[in-house]
């Protein structure tokens, strides 16, 4: 079985569907590693409470995908 990486960031809670499809193309294309990395950074940011959050420039951006 071949690794899927939107599947493994979107069960992550990683909103990945509302990225434009280039950014998911980029996202599926990252290694084992590279999403685990991704995740860890997650959860770390959702365990710090509301104190961290990302911010976008305008509401139909969603910068760098850390939420």
Do not use: C, W
């Not at 079985?1 to 294309?29: H, I, K, W, Y």
């Not at 950074?41 to 995908?65: E, M, N, P, T, Y």
Request: proline share 4%.
């Amino acid at each position: 079985m071949s690794f899927d990486a939107l599947a493994e960031l979107r069960a992550a809670g990683n909103p990945v569907d509302q990225l434009s499809p280039a950014q998911r193309e980029v996202l599926s294309t990252l290694s084992p590693e590279e999403v685990a990395t991704l995740n860890a950074v997650k959860a770390r940011i959702d365990a710090a409470g509301s104190d961290v959050s990302g911010h976008s420039i305008a509401d139909d951006v969603i910068g760098v995908g850390i939420f």
